[in-house]
């Protein structure tokens, strides 16, 4: 249980659990993970530790790949699409998707295709009951793709497997209330599952479906959200909750990697905030700091200090934002919200940098707590909590920092 992570609500509902260690890999004709895990456990060895799950072998360098894969707010509506990232034109009539009901040992339902599609486009399946704005941009439709982004799903060429979504024997909401979409970086099929090459945009947004190429690219992404005239001009607290609004702040005291005592406006001083008090980063928990006898340093704890520090000293401008529809503080009091800085003399909101997602992306956190509230604050149609996920699948895929190097400067 050490390596899963739990990504909570995307946009309306909950979004993924995925393993951040080792996925099974397929090493002969029939290979298997344990089927007899929870539905909350994820496979941390290879699948040839155990002969429970049938797995076709798998073939590489697949022009036929899965591209996205979109589940509405009501799960009854789903559909997937295919990519043929070759130069060819693909006759379907060889392929089917294979979906693992649950944690079943072998394949459930069967999607036996049928068509051609051309060199570097896309073909679209959709699960015959879905609602009208699916099935509309669908070329085929199918009675048999019961998968609400929690059933393992394979591609399969004949008796080989091409590409895998999800990890069979496991239940894992891979794919849930979103729509996963695969990065251009990464349109390969792929043996095991791997969270860093999608991107998952809200529930029922279509924009991208029956559409090649994905609207965001790796290096957009990994600059994290960006603030608009309009979050400057929101206000900070609305109804007695964050109103997503900014407000500029000064350094009262540099704290560690997840905390800072700032000097706030008069706004938040009338309401008994005054300069000095704590301010909690959103959806981060970097490791401990030395705390008198109490809370003993742990390894990266100094290091991700140093790491927000650094910014904070080098920033010409810090702003704080309120998490819209959140609560304004947390559990002790702290502010909580998300951290911006720039080191342009005279920045436009574009320029400044969201903290919390730069400490995520370095790897010094991984991402924490409920993305209910952050997953409705969007920047160019992707929540900031989707950011978030992201940068940790980058920063997991990496094994950076708390994900697995070692703290050279810790004494262990």
């Known amino acids: 249980m050490k390596c899963l992570r ?9 979004f993924l659990l995925v393993g951040c260690g080792s996925n099974p890999t397929s090493s002969s004709l029939i290979s298997s993970v344990p089927a007899s895990a929870s539905s909350s456990s994820t496979p941390e060895s290879s699948v040839s530790s155990s002969p429970d799950v049938e797995v076709a072998p798998f073939e590489a360098n697949s022009s036929l790949i899965f591209n996205e ?3 509405g707010a ?6 997937v699409e295919l990519a043929n990232i070759g130069e060819s034109a693909i006759d379907l009539s060889s392929y089917t998707i294979g979906i693992y009901k649950g944690l079943s040992r072998t394949i ?3 999607v036996p295709l049928k068509g051609t599609i051309a060199a570097k486009s896309v073909f679209v399946i959709a699960d015959s009951g879905s609602n009208s704005a699916y099935t509309a941009k669908a070329n085929l439709t199918s009675s048999e793709l019961i998968n609400n982004g929690t059933y393992p799903m394979v591609l399969l060429h004949e008796d080989k497997r091409v590409d895998t979504l999800g990890v069979p024997g496991y239940q894992t909401a891979w794919g ?7 990065k251009n970086e990464y349109q390969v099929g792929r043996d095991t599952f791997e969270p860093y090459d999608w991107v998952p945009f809200t529930a029922d947004n279509l924009a991208y479906l029956g559409v090649y190429a994905c609207p965001m690219s790796e290096e957009r992404l990994k600059q994290g959200p960006k603030l608009t005239q309009a979050d400057l001009d929101a206000p900070y607290i609305s109804n007695s909750q964050g109103g997503g609004g900014c407000l500029p702040v000064t350094v009262s005291y540099y704290g560690d990697g997840d905390t800072t005592d700032f000097n706030y406006p008069a706004e938040l001083n009338a309401m008994g905030y005054e300069d000095g008090h704590a301010f909690r980063y959103q959806n981060i928990d970097t490791p401990e700091i030395q705390h008198g ?3 003993q340093a742990q390894p990266w704890g100094y290091a991700a200090k140093t790491f927000n520090n650094n910014l904070l000293r080098s920033a010409t401008s810090i702003l704080i934002q309120s998490v ?3 609560d304004l503080t947390e559990t002790y009091g702290r502010l909580l919200g998300f951290v911006w800085y720039t080191t342009v003399a005279n920045p436009a909101p574009s320029d400044y940098i969201n903290l919390n997602h730069a400490t995520v992306l370095a790897g010094f956190s991984k991402i924490a707590f409920s993305g209910v509230a952050t997953s409705q604050m969007n920047s ?11 940068a940790n699948d980058y920063a997991a895929k990496l094994g950076l920092k708390v994900h697995g190097e070692t703290d050279p400067d810790f004494n262990y």
Do not use: E, H, N, Q
């Not at 739990?6 to 909950?14: E, G, H, T």
């Not at 849930?176 to 695969?182: H, Q, Y």
């Open 324 to 326: 819209k529809g959140g």
């Open 74 to 79: 009501s799960p009854v509506s789903r559909a």
């Open 176 to 182: 849930a209330a979103c729509s996963l979409v695969r």
């Open 108 to 110: 459930t339902y069967r």
């Open 293 to 295: 006898d109490y809370i």
């Open 380 to 390: 160019d149609d992707l929540s900031y909590y989707s950011y978030l996920v992201d």
């Open 69 to 71: 894969f979109a589940v």
């Open 6 to 14: 739990f990504l909570a609500p995307l946009a309306f509902s909950a």
